[in-house]
């Protein structure tokens, strides 16, 4: 399988699911605009390639992961089977291997050559705070043993050689940030902007801190994903990355970032965040410049899939009978299973509050329920479901920093809901059921309907 992203678009443009745009596009807000509109009033998602982006020589590639078909033709899947794909590769990784040089190293530029002001500058809402690059995955290293870690991570640019970062507080890259700087030293760090979608999607694997996110997007790829060693530091990236800016977020040091609107549909403010300094950028010759459509299907569909592959891995572990896992909003989860003895819905509430920080409501249904259909889950809340007895609630946990609702910064309840029936669905008051022999006999046709 090919490891790059110009690979990938030559596929997607095959089925006819890329768009090339060569009329000027302003990358402040006409970006974002474009693949919001074209959704609300062509109902179109394809990719788009933005060929003349304004204060830029480089292309915009953006709306790449907008289709569940999508995703799957770059899973080696079909589009049902993505989420255990997905689980496969969790099971199965593939360690990376480090080549000698790749693609990625046709133009080097360090030191007073680097310039992130001659990237497109890409501002996505009105209440955003400057340009953000949205598809940039961290590479880093733990500065005391050596694990390594990918993650997405929001950058707001600052200048020539100087962007914020949004570090998840007590997620993997900000607890190597809190030992480098607890030393008083900067944590190199590396992203990758433009990679196939398969090293995308394994970026945002949930796991514990050991698993190495790059094996798993060698587990979608099916081949080791191959390395190539920086220009400034020992920290390897993807050899068929379109562009890597190399960098280290300083030690004691915080600027202001944001607003920025984000996933989920809110603009939150100004906070104070780390700062990353550049030391080099290499780039492919005519790199593309990926850009994610915040808080578009592009955006959710992508971190889902992971998300709901760990959640499905983290209530098999518990309850083996889980029928589906589905993520259908923000920090919410739906769960369905086939519950062969008391209990099992609220181990399964358990199971989903433990492995994923950010999700804090949970639904767990009986395996008739369909939870990609809301109008069922919302059938067996209000009838299979009894608040006082139902619905438990845990104060004071961490969350998602991203959510509005919460006080400071992520720290906050989360809750549970057993609308599964008791004692027993075989137990239960009967569903209606329209006889099947009646049902059989009516003849739509012989009545002209
Ligand atoms: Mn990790």
Redesign the pocket.
Known sequence: MSQDLRSYLDLVESKDELVRISAPVDPRHEVTALVAKLARERRRRPVLLLENVKGSALPVVTNLHASRRRMALAMNAEPRGVQQAFLKAMERPVAPVVVDTGPVKEVVRTGADVDLLALPQIVHHGADAGPYITAAISFAKDPEDGTW???YNRLMIMGKDRTSIHITASK?LWEFYQKAEARGEALPVAFAVGVHPAIGLGALAI?S?D?D?RAIMGGILREPLELVRCETSDLLVPAHAEIVLEGEIVPGERTPEGPFSEFTGYSLGERQREVVRYNAVTMREGALFHDIAVAQVDHLLLSTIPMESNLYRAVRAIVPSVAAVRVPAPYSCYVAINQRVPGQAKNAILAVLGADMYIKRVVVVDHDVDIFDDREVAWALGTRCQADRDITVISNTRGSDLDPSTDSDGYTAKWGVDATAKPSLAEYTPRNRIPRDVLERIDLDKLGL
């Open positions: 870690n990918c993650a993997h796991g801190i698993e996110e």
